[in-house]
């Protein structure tokens, strides 16, 4: 029995009020109807409900009625689900050759598979292709029909293989779908590259023709079959060719093209391929060696100081013939006017020479026609090239700072002077008269970048003196003209402004023995009188002048900061008292007073702010820490340590109240020296900058900052500084591990797998052991936009490494990328790299005879060249340049000293 599937369908779809669209295949119906069902599972169970409900209140007679339907779609759609594949219609799924596809064997077997069995003789008696081929037929299965020409199929045809009559399925379902394939059998050989096409840049450029299929066999590199040229060149030109490969030859020149000559490539028809195909027709391409091309000129494009009787000039990259450029290097002026004068050709080197001077101060432009020859070809110069420059003006001096009749003026090192045009240094010695004569030689240096033309006249000036500055007729310009006139310009310096400040300079805080009557020096600049006011400090008042000077109460107020702007007004004054003095005008004096109290006696221990200023208004001030005692802090992330002793005696301090506070004044810990003057207590100060330790015993103060190490730096010490330990808090976890992650190699292509692998061992004070089993490491991978691509928790092997790989994007992003393995709050990281690189072919690498050398020597450098492959790259060109740089000598054990007497104040070390 035959049942149809599209009426059963649509039963079953107006029994359930099923919207589908039916206009598939029946394979594909049967899996909508079970999608159906699925999906309305819900609706089924309601109707069904309410189906049952109905029933119970119905009679025997409408019982009957209501049963039939939902029996029969009940049947129905088990057989559907159950047989219904056994309907579905023969058709190709798939053949050899494919559809549409090209270049087929001449010897190929035609292949046709259906996608279910199908009547044998049915199929053959439908099969035809187009041309006509005698053939047979073979059955590998009821569904593959394989079909085999009695001789080669004929070359760069088109095929047609067609089932024209019926083909039935063994239920006798016809064949549906496509039932035709088209193909194209293999052609004759054709070049489907050739090199070069326009122009051979090099002078021993390659010639290359590739082919679309195998030329040759494939053979060893001594077989004489590598050497059939596959083409001729004319004119005529010496060197060697062979097979690159079965598809591609070249000829290699060993004498260099004429240049500018047209060559002419011809590969011969009659060419056969492996596949016996043979080339139809002759194949031609020309090219020309290097043309004229423009290497340099003279002057450069846009330089506005050109010489008004020198040449304009151009070097091109070969000899020029003089006939050729005669009338093709013209110079236009300003209102495009051409300039008259001659061409002269020297090589390749052309000159325009102007029948008069240039114009100074002017705009030229100079141009070179296309077509210009050289002397060994025709083919001229393919472009028109110009450009434009300016000639120089006369030399002379555009402005001068400071400039002439400037007063008070502030400048202490530095003069300069504006030129119109660039001048030659050289010409400046001893053409530099400065009045009066400074103390130290003056320096000269002239900037041309940029088009400044400036000369910069370093030295020292005086304060309140008038200086004249004379630039003598002497000085030339760079083409040798002179200045013509003298320069001066006359100016006044200022005097020093008025100040005093703590020596040495820069002292906020100072220590000093209770015991010992503090001396203080003032230097001072322009005044005759210092007024000092002492005053005494609280706790809180030192935390406050601490904070606005190293924390960021103040912000950028600077008078904030320096606590110029400090009120004074709420301190307990102490004494004040005055010191006068006889002192040279503009001549720094260095002033010293005793800081005692009124009655000259010893200050009491305790926290003093002293201020010291001059009549004009300017002051400077200190913090004073006045102890008998002296602390000694050190801390790490979890402990504080204080050593407390006498400054007079030395002796250790036991007993003295120790108390721990922030800069806010906060406590944190707090307890009593021992006996060896040591006060040491575990307290959590992980990443708590600017600690204070506060000491007291009896009427003794003290205070010691966390922050103040200088001279017990650990570059005081020539130790290496680079470790913080406020960057991480497990960076020294109670169990220290150690871990290292390599990689296969350092770059990729994007689409390329990463290989990945690291140990990790417990550092247990320098012996290394293994961890526990189970532990997992987490990994990483993130890309040069700083994006996650890869992270994963990798379990750990018995030894304590772990491994994986990672498969880059083909449309990855180049750039750097980093892996990254965390343990515990230990890391460590890989850089790798992801570019479209090219491996290249040779390497080069440069040896000296030895790794240092000093002034005078002669260095031996040898320069090897090899391919990676190993063997020697031979009769190479080499270009090779030799560079220097300044060396700047440091002394690893004290950064601040100095090896030299340096010029500027920024240029010193400190």
């Keep these: 029995m035959i049942i149809d599937m599209s009426n059963l369908i649509k039963i079953i779809s107006a029994r359930l009020k099923f919207p589908g669209n039916f206009g598939l295949s029946i394979q594909k119906k049967m899996l909508v109807l079970q999608f159906y069902f699925t999906q309305n599972f819900d609706r089924l169970r309601k109707f069904i409900s309410e189906w049952t409900v109905r029933f119970k209140l119905s009679s025997d007679k409408e ?15 088990i057989l559907v689900v159950k047989f219904g594949y056994l309907f579905v219609p023969p058709k190709i799924a798939t053949s050899f050759p494919g559809n549409q596809s090209t270049e087929a064997p001449l010897d190929t077997k035609i292949e046709i598979i259906f996608n279910k069995g199908v009547i044998k003789f049915l199929a053959e008696k439908s099969f035809s292709i187009t041309p006509s081929v005698q053939g047979s037929f073979n059955w590998e299965s009821d569904q593959k029909l394989i079909f085999t020409p009695q001789g080669k199929l004929n070359r760069a045809n088109s095929y047609k293989v067609a089932f024209n009559g019926i083909v039935l399925s063994k ?58 040229p596959a083409f001729s060149v004319s004119p005529k030109i010496e060197g060697e060719g062979r097979w690159l490969g079965t598809t591609a030859y070249q000829f290699r020149p060993s004498e260099r093209f004429r240049r500018a000559t047209t060559y002419k490539i011809t590969v011969p028809s009659g060419l056969r391929s492996q596949d016996e195909g043979v080339l139809k027709e002759e194949y031609t391409w020309e090219f020309s060696s290097e043309r004229p091309r423009l290497d340099d000129i003279s002057p450069k494009r846009d330089y506005n100081y050109a010489s008004p009787i020198a040449s304009v000039s151009a070097t091109f990259n070969q000899n020029i013939n003089p006939q050729s450029i005669a009338d093709k290097f013209t110079l236009l002026d300003k209102n495009k006017n051409k300039v008259p004068g001659r061409v002269t050709v020297s090589g390749n080197v052309v000159g325009f020479y102007s029948s008069e001077p240039l114009k100074r101060e002017e705009h030229y432009t100079a141009i070179i026609s296309q077509g210009v020859q050289s002397t060994e070809g025709t083919n001229g110069m393919e472009t028109e090239y110009s450009w434009t420059f300016g000639v120089a003006a006369i030399p002379a001096v555009i402005s001068s700072t400071p400039a002439n009749g400037d007063k008070d003026i502030s400048e202490q090192y530095r003069m300069e002077v504006l030129f119109k045009t660039p001048m030659e240094i050289k010409s400046f010695e001893d053409n530099v008269i400065i009045d009066p004569k400074p103390d130290t030689k003056p320096s000269l240096y002239f900037d041309s970048y940029n088009s400044r033309n400036s000369l910069s006249v370093s030295t020292f000036l005086g304060r309140s003196k008038t200086y004249t500055i004379t630039i003598s007729s002497g000085v030339k310009d760079q083409y040798g003209v002179s200045l013509g006139s003298p320069y001066s310009f006359s100016f006044t310096t200022a005097a020093y402004k008025p100040s005093v400040s703590i020596y040495p300079s820069g002292t906020y805080f100072g220590a000093f023995n209770q015991e010992v009557i503090p001396r203080i020096v003032a230097q001072v600049i322009n005044a005759n009188k210092v007024d000092y006011s002492l005053y005494k400090l609280k706790r809180e008042d030192l935390l406050d002048l601490y904070r606005r000077r190293y924390e960021e109460q103040c912000s950028y107020n600077e008078s904030c900061r320096n606590w110029q702007s400090y009120d004074t007004s709420k301190l307990e004054k102490v004494r004040l008292w005055s010191e006068t003095y006889d002192a040279d005008f503009n001549t720094p004096v260095h002033v010293i007073t005793k800081i005692t109290t009124d009655m000259g006696r010893k200050l009491p221990p305790g926290f003093y702010f002293l201020d010291m200023r001059i009549s004009q208004g300017v002051h400077d001030n200190m913090v004073m820490i006045v102890s008998k005692s002296a602390l000694t802090v050190k801390k790490s992330d979890k402990q504080i340590f204080s050593w407390a002793v006498n400054q007079s005696t030395g002796s250790v301090v036991s007993g003295m109240k120790m108390q721990l506070t922030d800069s806010s004044g906060n406590l944190l810990s707090e307890g009593d020296s021992n006996k060896d003057g040591v006060y040491m207590k575990d307290v959590d100060i992980f990443q708590k900058n600017n600690l204070f330790v506060f000491g007291q015993k009896d009427e003794d103060f003290v205070v010691a900052a966390s922050a103040w190490s200088q001279g017990i730096n650990r570059y005081d010490f020539g130790l290496p500084s680079y470790y913080n330990a406020n960057e991480s808090k497990d960076y020294y976890s109670k169990q220290d591990y150690k871990l290292f992650l390599t990689l296969d190699r350092p770059i990729y292509r994007p ?56 498969v880059l994007s083909k449309d990855a992003n180049l750039g750097y990328y980093q892996v990254g393995s965390t343990f515990q709050g230990n890391s460590y990281s890989q850089q790798f790299q992801v570019e479209e690189y090219k491996k290249p072919d040779l390497a080069v690498s440069v040896k000296p005879s030895k790794d240092a050398y000093i002034q005078g020597n002669s260095a031996d450098i040898v320069i090897n060249a090899s391919y990676y492959f190993g063997a020697p790259v031979t009769n190479a060109p080499v270009t090779w340049v030799l560079q220097t740089q300044d060396y700047s000598f440091r002394w690893d054990k004290d950064w601040r000293f100095e090896f030299g007497d340096s010029d500027s104040y920024w240029s010193r070390p400190w």
């Design 63 to 77: 019982r009957l009625a209501m049963i039939w339907k939902p029996l029969f779609i009940l049947i129905a759609s």
């Design 171 to 228: 239920l006798l379902i016809p064949l549906t779908g496509n039932k035709t394939i088209s193909f194209e059998t293999i052609g004759n050989p054709k070049v489907v590259l050739s090199s070069p096409q326009n122009e051979a840049l090099e002078d021993l450029t390659p010639i290359t023709v590739v082919f679309d299929r195998p030329m040759i066999a494939l053979t060893t590199a001594t077989n004489s079959a590598i050497r059939q």
């Design 751 to 806: 689409g390329q797998k990463v290989y990945f692998k690291g140990i990790i061992k417990k550092d247990n004070d320098g012996a290394y052991e293994n961890l526990q089993p189970g532990e997992r490491v987490k990994v990483n991978i993130s890309d040069a936009q700083n994006r996650s691509v890869y992270m994963q928790d990798l379990p750990l092997t018995t030894f304590g490494s772990f491994s994986g790989d990672f």
